[in-house]
């Protein structure tokens, strides 16, 4: 049986409810309308995938009416119905956007394949929308979590720049997100239905870069079979995002400062220049100026690439959102991991809280994933933490603290993380377990 809904617009009653029970039969929910005025409306309640519709219609005519149902709803496929011999409002139909036409009376036993073609078509553009829409959620401003002000004046910030077709430097460590606003920039922009390709410049050598960024043409080197788009070529007319741009070679970001100032640029043994119409967006977690002192990175290149920047906070600079981010990282992880996790322990909130975290957000994803593994009750607790989160730095100055007092605590937290194994704290210590029993005594531990 097939699937979709049917809008039939005519106003004849019998033959309106004579194709709405022959499509009926064929599985199709059918939807009648006697006129525009009532098929809007049903239009505006109901998805709709294909409609047929009349030529000579009591408040408008089918032909001018398909090109503005295709205009609100360029998914939907419209099969027009034509009096006999008059092909050309058929065919005017078609140039307004119908899939096709059928004359009334003359082409019945076209009817049915005719309607299971629009259908199969529409309903493909249907999931292409569906897929797009979510596309489009997932890399949204606002699905970046954060409330700080140091993320929110970020998003702000990008949320401005996306609308212009500006080149834009993204600073921040790594695991701060850059490749999220790049996302979100391109897909806010007027690119959006374009495509956004992603380069991290640190994992190829200077040859394969070269290649894999301006493509070659066949015989350009050995084992250069054929011609290769590169991926400036994949990114026309949309956004090329190169990540740790500072780890490009010198000698190709004169090739990249050429792109910028021409939008041109010679595949890797070709003699005849391409044209491309792309955004650059660039992200590293170097600082520029320091990297165009020690000669690694063209200072024009970087004014070129720095016409907007924006600073991504690192996560210890954010730590209002750590119960935010890991909330989301746990709602997204447990059920991909099978488990039915709740929440989180005060214990293990406070240990997030308190975690230098070197890795920022990408490091905390990873850490929430580790406990959610290891966890088999309702929340996550401090037990399913890494053994760093157990051993932070006491408090205080560590010069206020003695050798043997640093050493005493070492041990102490080592000894808890074990849970008074001392076998296992031995091991973890990598001293011999008599040496352990011998602190024990002589710092006066107890376990």
């Not at 519709?53 to 295709?70: F, R």
């Not at 044209?275 to 165009?292: D, G, L």
């Not at 070129?304 to 909330?327: G, M, T, V, W």
């Amino acid at each position: 049986m097939s699937t979709g809904q049917i809008l039939i617009i005519d106003d004849e009653d019998q033959l309106r409810k004579l194709l709405a029970r022959l499509l009926g039969r064929e599985g199709y929910a059918v939807l009648e309308a006697k006129d525009a005025k009532a098929a809007w409306k049903l239009l505006e309640k109901e998805e709709v995938q294909v409609v047929l519709s009349d030529v000579k219609l009591p408040d408008a005519n089918g032909v001018e009416l398909t090109q503005a149902i295709k205009a609100r709803y360029p998914e939907i496929e419209i099969i027009v119905l034509t009096a006999y011999g008059n092909i050309a409002d058929g065919v005017q139909a078609i140039k307004n956007g119908a899939f096709d036409y059928i004359t009334k009376g003359d082409d019945n036993s076209r009817m049915l394949p005719l309607t299971s073609k629009a259908m199969d078509k529409a309903l493909l553009q249907f999931r292409i929308r569906s897929l797009e829409n979510r596309i489009s959620g997932k890399y949204d401003f606002d699905n970046i979590i954060g409330q700080s002000p140091e993320i929110r004046n970020a998003i702000a910030l990008a949320r401005k720049v996306a609308a212009t077709d500006v080149t834009v430097l993204l600073l921040g460590e790594t695991g701060s997100g850059k490749e999220v606003f790049a996302q979100a920039i391109h897909r806010a922009s007027a690119r959006k239905m374009q495509p956004f390709v992603a380069v991290n410049c640190s994992a190829f050598g200077k040859e394969l870069l070269e290649s894999e960024l301006f493509g070659h043409k066949a015989g350009a080197f050995t084992g250069a079979l054929k011609d290769k788009k590169g991926f400036l070529e994949e990114a026309h007319n949309g956004t090329l995002f190169l990540d740790e741009i500072g780890e490009m070679p010198i000698e190709l970001q004169a090739k990249l400062l050429r792109v910028l100032e021409t939008q041109e640029f010679y595949k890797v043994g070709d003699a005849k220049p391409l044209q491309v119409n792309i955004r650059i967006i660039a992200a590293t977690n170097r600082t520029p100026e320091r990297e165009i002192e020690s000669g690694h990175f063209r200072a024009d290149l970087y004014y070129r690439l720095s016409a907007f920047q924006i600073q991504l906070p690192s996560l210890n600079e954010r730590r209002k959102d750590i119960p935010l981010l890991a909330e989301y990282f746990l709602r997204q992880l447990a059920p991909k991991n099978n488990k039915r996790i709740n929440g989180m322990s005060p214990a293990f909130a406070k240990a997030l809280q308190a975690h230098n975290w070197r890795g920022n957000i990408r490091e905390l994803r990873n850490v929430i994933e580790r406990a959610v593994i290891l966890t088999n009750t309702a929340e996550l607790d401090a037990d399913a933490l890494p053994i760093e989160f157990h051993m932070a730095a006491p408090a205080g100055e560590p010069s206020s603290l003695s050798l043997a007092e640093v050493e005493k605590q070492h041990i102490a937290r080592v000894l808890q993380y074990a849970k008074g194994n001392k076998t296992k704290a031995a091991e973890m210590l990598q001293i011999g377990l008599t040496t352990l029993y011998n602190k024990i005594k002589e710092y006066n531990i107890t376990v």
